[in-house]
């Protein structure tokens, strides 16, 4: 589904990235772990096109993608959240999934202005769009509430709704359970399930291990750019490398 090669970013004299060489499976669920500063949210931003790698591939469905800006690879059915979720608080939940629809339709200025066929066609394919991804998010009671007034866990029901709304078949999480309580991270790795369970695959960044050992099918693990593990949660929890860079002896023992 997705692969990279080799990849490599630097900054000036930094190497945020180096030489990463790993696949992501249709289906399955991948997390990216590893200190702070290791490059986890560079490798997003080069695999969602937000950064131009300075070398090596990535390839999507089998082409090769690498150096696309971030409309073409989203086009191409890569989708990514962001660590903050920006909503806009004084409108509907569902507003703010047609609104974050309507952004990426064919509608020009024109058609607004005209009201013409097109865009009263457009306009009921976004409300559709929006309240089916919420009713696969579990948000359709309370797709009327402001946006403002919300819990965060429901903020990132509605980011992953956003993301769902351009039919991705790559789903790239930051911090999907950031700043949410236990019970709600619960209620976020099972919605995370039902995602990979319907054929999308999933990259996520996260730093709750208790969720990622119980979620992921593959962990891949960067430490200063380079990745030096990867493999399912069994193996990564009792890699010794793994252990000194990032798990700790602490959590093992736990
Ligand atoms: P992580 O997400 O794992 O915490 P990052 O990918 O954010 O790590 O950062 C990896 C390294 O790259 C850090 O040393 C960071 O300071 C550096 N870095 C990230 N983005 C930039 C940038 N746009 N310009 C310069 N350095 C950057
Ligand atoms: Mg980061």
């Known amino acids: 589904m997705l692969e990279v090669r080799d990849l490599t970013k630097s900054f000036g004299g930094l190497t945020a990235v180096r030489g990463v060489t790993t696949r992501f499976e249709k289906g399955r669920i991948t997390a990216v772990i590893g200190p702070n500063g290791a490059g986890k949210s560079t490798f ?88 089916q991804v919420l009713e696969f998010v579990g948000l359709t009671a309370i797709a009327h509430r402001l946006a403002g007034e919300i819990s965060q866990e429901g903020r990132k029901r509605v980011a992953f709704a956003l993301a769902l709304a351009t039919d991705p078949k790559i789903l790239l999480l930051d911090e999907p359970a950031g700043g949410v309580n236990p019970d709600e991270t619960a209620g976020l790795a099972d919605l995370i399930r039902k995602m990979a369970a319907s054929g999308l695959t999933v990259c996520l960044i996260e730093h709750k291990m208790d969720m990622i050992m119980s979620l992921a099918d593959k962990i891949v693990v960067l430490d200063h750019g380079e990745m030096i593990a990867e493999g399912p949660p069994a193996a990564i929890r009792g890699d010794a490398r793994v252990i000194e860079a990032y798990l700790g002896a602490d959590y093992v023992a736990a």
């Open 44 to 131: 997003f931003n080069l695999v969602s096109g937000m950064h131009k790698p300075t070398s090596g591939r990535i390839l999507f469905d089998g082409a090769d993608v690498t150096g696309l800006r971030p409309d073409r690879m989203a086009v191409r059915g890569a989708a990514r959240s962001f660590q903050t979720t920006h909503l806009f608080d004084k409108a509907s939940v569902l507003d703010n999934l047609i609104v974050g629809h309507r952004l990426r339709t064919r509608s020009t200025f024109w058609d607004v202005l005209l009201n013409t066929p097109r865009l009263r066609a457009d306009e009921r394919a976004c409300r559709d769009k929006a309240e």
